[in-house]
Every structure is written in structure tokens, then in C-alpha cells.
């Protein structure tokens, strides 16, 4: 009897480190493999956990892009396996006004409303909506910024004046021309990369890359005192705090002649 | 010729169902048809009816993330189809790897490898093991885990999306079933097999074996690739009532004293 309990306890235990070992192995291995933080994602994509965990591999954004823009990640792309992507450089995203690629989506991974607006009483899509990436400049590697005159991510770009602007600058080595430098606003861009494709030099001076990776993040302590919707955020606030203690109520000076014994 | 029919039949019908299914899909991707879009993880029939592999959208559930409706719908509509009629089909009629196994198997049993080769014994419940750890690395990870190393996603995709280097997945699957575990990858590992089976369970088709008639040949236990359904072969008149059983229909085929037929479950329990 004692020996039948053994054998069922290690048989068990047998079994366990099985799983255990081949659930650790595999744990390891989607670890890694679902983390490419540099994948730019289909339009209305929600953010990249957010994503991976609902993205079921279908296919059906791929199959509705009409200019083969989107990928699904094969083995060997190291990218997530199955997982929609797009590479501009390659081929950009159009920004087709009528988004074929989101409502296919049948787990909500590409998100309808983020890509839609109120008009009147119904959404209607509007594409500028869409937050894939975001453009950078290598102003080290951008002929415009040698004083070159090249504005072909500005004229590539859909939100052109809004999403890139051409800002003026003096050409201090001639000492009489001037610069005309491509400068993105995130605020605007879509990360279409539509730019990206334009760009002449041999590999791109501008690139898309995802927002999470190349946009910072001030930090809700700074306020823009100077922007009215900013400052509201002060509101019900109740102003600078000061913390009092029993010893924060004495003058600092009374600290210099603290434990001296006069006597 | 028709005796080749009358011993393949099933199995032609079988290639004609998997094949047919992958054009299909080919068709959706290259050519804009809209029969079946997507692929077996998801898809729309007829751009209009979503399906979904019920499967992977409860490793999405496991994750915690809220799934829209149209993956849950379409992940009902498979559930109930292999529920109520399908039973583990999906296995032997759709999923392209059961071609690779078959062949697996087939040169198995030409070469005689089951006489010579090393005999390694695995539990055939290590798919229900490996489907309960697939929810839980799910859960812990955040992405449909089994969805990321499914050798079924990466054929299915790699035919109807471009291959990459999925054939490597296909290749191990291959030599897994040929030299190291008979039905290896099919009857042992496959946790999507394993979760049919269960689904399938009470489905209305299954085989019936007829005990008079059986000679006791073992044709069919030789063909099964889940030989342990089969238990009542040459014991007793019943239906092979096993959720593991994939109702391919090899063993009707091989049978020669046509013990083995096509049926419908019995509803009632009858009188002994």
C-alpha cells in the first residue's frame, strides 16, 4: 500500500516537472518572440500589449489592403508570428479615406473608434485619426538640413504644412541663403511613412517609428502656465503644500546651535 | 478502379475537403474571392459569416483581453458545427498538417519502421496537458500562447500568406512522426486535436463497429492514428463512442468483412 502511494506521488511529480519544463521553455519562447518593439502596426492598432494579446493571426487587414502595404509576419521576419505589420520604407500606407483594413478585424485588436469621428449622428471614418508611429528626422543625413534644397517628404506627405512643416532657417556657411528644413509634428502625423518612401538619400533621413519608442513624456508635474486648458489642470488644487513637523516649526538657524551646551 | 474507390474513399474525399478548403483561402488572399477570407485561426465566409478558431479565442480570453463580438461569434458557430455534427473532423477533413502526418504515417507503415525502430512510449494525454499550460502561459504572458508556436497557424499561413522559414516547422513535424513517435504530433502533442475532442464528444456521426462480422484482421487498428478509440473491436457491437476518434474513416475503408460503417449515435440507451 505504502509502496502504490510512492509510485502515484513520483509519477506525479514525474509529470509535473514535464509540464513545468516544457512550460517554461515555451514561456521563454513567446517571451521573446512577441516582443519587436520596432513593428509598426496596421491603422486603429491598439497599443502593443494591448494588441498582442487580441491580434488571432487571421490575415483578414492583410487581405483588405489594397496596395499590399500590410505583412503577416512569417517565420524568419523576426517579427511576432502572423502578425500584421508594415514596413515603409517598402510600402507605405495610402491612408485610404474609407479604411478598408480595420472593420474586417474580428477581435476589436484594430480598433474602429479610434479611427472614426462624430459627424451629426453617425461615425464616419476619418483616417487622420490613425496614430501608427511617428515620423524622425536624422537631421544629420537630410540634404535639406546641408542646405540642399530637397522637400520631398513635405510634398510626399498627406497632411502636408500640418503633419510636416518646412521651417526657415539661415544658411550660416554661405552666409546668403537660406535653409528650408523639414520638421514633423507629432501632433499630426500618422506615421504613414508615406514619407519615409519619398525620401531620397539611400537610406531614409526620416523614418517612421512607433510613438511608444521615439515620443517622450513630459510628466503630469509640469503644466503649460501659458495655455489655458493646461492650466485648468491646477484647478481644485490646493496650491503649494508644505509638510510641518514639530522641527519644520523651528527656524533653521536654531538648528546650527542644536545639543551645544552653553553652559 | 473501383476498388480503389471502395478503399479510399474516405480518404480521397478527405485530400478533395482539405485541399478544396486551401484553395479557398488562396483564393481569398490572391484573387479577391470572397468564399473564405482569413485563414483557419479566423475568417469570414462569404464576406458575410464570421468563423473563428474557438481555440485560440479562449487563449485571448485567458489573457484577459475583451474580444469583440465577431470572433465570439464566429468562435460559437465552430463550436456548435463540431459539436452537434463534426465531432474531432476538423483533424482528418481541414487542418493541412494531417497531410504531412498521414504521410508520416503512410511511410511508416511501407518502410515497416514500427518493427525496427526504437519504441518510445508517450501518454496520449499530454495534448490535454499541453492545452490546460497554453491557458495559463496565456494568462501569464499576455498573447494567445499556443497561437505563437502553432506548427498548424504557420503551415496554414505559410500556403495561403508566403512560407518564410515555416517549412522547418512542417519538416519537424514530419520527422517527430516518422522516427520518433508514431502519430506523434496528431494523436500525442496537438492541443487544438485535443480540445476537438472534447468539443466533439456527443457529435451525431460516428463509426460503428458491428462484432459478428469482424474477423479479427486489425486492419483497421493498424491504420487508426488513434488506435486506442477502437477498443471494443472483435468485443462488442457499438459505436466508438471516444471524443478522440477524428471519424476519418480509414478503418470503414480497410475493414474487408464490413464490420466497420458510418452512423448515427444511438439517442437512447437500448435494452440489453
Known amino acids: 500500500m505504502d509502496q502504490k502511494r510512492r509510485t502515484f506521488l513520483v509519477t506525479m511529480a ?47 487587414c492583410v487581405e483588405a489592403c489594397p496596395y499590399d502595404t500590410l505583412i503577416l509576419a512569417k517565420p524568419g521576419d523576426h517579427k511576432p508570428l502572423g502578425t500584421p505589420y508594415f514596413v515603409p520604407r517598402d510600402v507605405p500606407c495610402y491612408m485610404c479615406e474609407d479604411i478598408p483594413c480595420v472593420p474586417p478585424c474580428p477581435t476589436g485588436a484594430l480598433d474602429i473608434d479610434s479611427v472614426t469621428k462624430k459627424e451629426g449622428d453617425k461615425r464616419v471614418f476619418d483616417i487622420t485619426l490613425m496614430r501608427m508611429g511617428v515620423a524622425i528626422v536624422d ?4 540634404i535639406a ?62 523614418k517612421v517609428l512607433p510613438r511608444d519608442v521615439a515620443l517622450g513624456k513630459v510628466g503630469s508635474h509640469y503644466v503649460k502656465g501659458w495655455q489655458g486648458s493646461d492650466e485648468s489642470r491646477l484647478k481644485g488644487s490646493k496650491g503649494i503644500q508644505t509638510t510641518v513637523t514639530p522641527r519644520s516649526k523651528k527656524s533653521p538657524v536654531e538648528s546650527l546651535n542644536e545639543g551645544i551646551d552653553f553652559e | 478502379m473501383n476498388r480503389i474507390w471502395k478503399k479510399y474513399r474516405f480518404l480521397i474525399l478527405r485530400r478533395i475537403s482539405q485541399i478544396a478548403i486551401l484553395v479557398l483561402y488562396i483564393g ?26 474557438p481555440y485560440a479565442v479562449l487563449q485571448i480570453f485567458s489573457t484577459g483581453a475583451i474580444v469583440a463580438a465577431d470572433a465570439i461569434i464566429g468562435a460559437v458557430i465552430v463550436t456548435l458545427f463540431y459539436a452537434l455534427i463534426g465531432g474531432r473532423a476538423f483533424c482528418s477533413y481541414v487542418c493541412p498538417v494531417n497531410m504531412v502526418t498521414d504521410l508520416a504515417n503512410y511511410l511508416r507503415r511501407k518502410w515497416k519502421l514500427d518493427k525496427i525502430e526504437k519504441k518510445w512510449w508517450a501518454s496520449r494525454n499530454i495534448r490535454y496537458w499541453v492545452m490546460g499550460l497554453s491557458f495559463i502561459l496565456s494568462f501569464l504572458l499576455g498573447t494567445a500562447a499556443f497561437e505563437l508556436v502553432s506548427p498548424i497557424s504557420i503551415t496554414h499561413r505559410g500556403i495561403i500568406f508566403g ?40 457529435n451525431l456521426f460516428r463509426v460503428r463497429h458491428n ?15 488513434e ?46
Open chain 1, 139 to 142: 537631421i544629420k543625413d537630410c
Open chain 1, 14 to 60: 514525474q509529470n509535473m516537472a514535464i509540464a513545468a519544463t516544457g512550460g517554461l521553455l515555451w514561456a521563454a519562447y513567446v517571451d521573446e518572440a512577441k516582443a519587436a518593439p520596432l513593428t509598426l502596426r496596421p491603422p486603429g492598432a491598439r497599443k502593443e500589449d494591448e494588441f498582442m494579446s487580441l491580434c488571432i493571426k487571421c490575415g483578414l
Open chain 2, 28 to 53: 481569398g488572399n490572391y484573387w479577391g474571392w470572397k468564399i473564405l477570407q482569413g485563414n483557419l485561426s479566423s475568417s469570414s465566409l462569404f464576406g458575410k459569416v464570421p468563423l473563428a478558431d
Open chain 2, 163 to 202: 512560407m518564410g522559414f515555416g517549412w522547418a516547422a512542417i519538416l519537424a513535424i514530419f520527422l517527430f512522426d516518422l522516427f520518433i513517435l508514431k502519430n506523434g504530433w496528431c494523436g500525442h502533442v496537438c492541443p487544438l486535436g485535443g480540445f476537438y475532442s472534447l468539443v466533439g464528444r456527443y
Open chain 1, 145 to 206: 538640413y546641408w542646405g540642399i534644397q530637397c522637400d520631398a517628404c513635405y510634398r510626399a506627405c498627406p497632411l502636408l504644412d500640418k503633419a510636416i512643416y518646412m521651417e526657415l532657417r539661415r544658411n550660416e556657411r554661405t552666409g546668403k541663403h537660406a535653409k528650408l528644413l523639414p520638421v514633423v509634428d507629432p501632433d499630426y502625423c500618422t506615421g504613414c511613412g508615406l514619407c519615409e518612401h519619398a525620401c531620397v538619400t539611400e537610406i531614409a533621413a526620416i
Open chain 2, 211 to 225: 462484432q459478428p462480422n469482424c474477423t479479427l484482421c486489425m486492419k483497421c487498428k493498424e491504420v487508426c492514428p
Open chain 2, 227 to 272: 488506435k486506442e478509440v477502437l477498443y471494443m473491436i472483435g468485443k462488442k457491437s457499438q459505436i466508438v463512442d471516444m471524443g478522440e476518434c477524428t471519424l476519418c474513416g480509414r478503418c470503414v475503408e480497410v475493414c474487408d468483412d464490413d464490420a466497420l460503417h458510418f452512423s448515427i449515435r444511438d439517442f437512447v440507451k437500448k435494452g440489453e
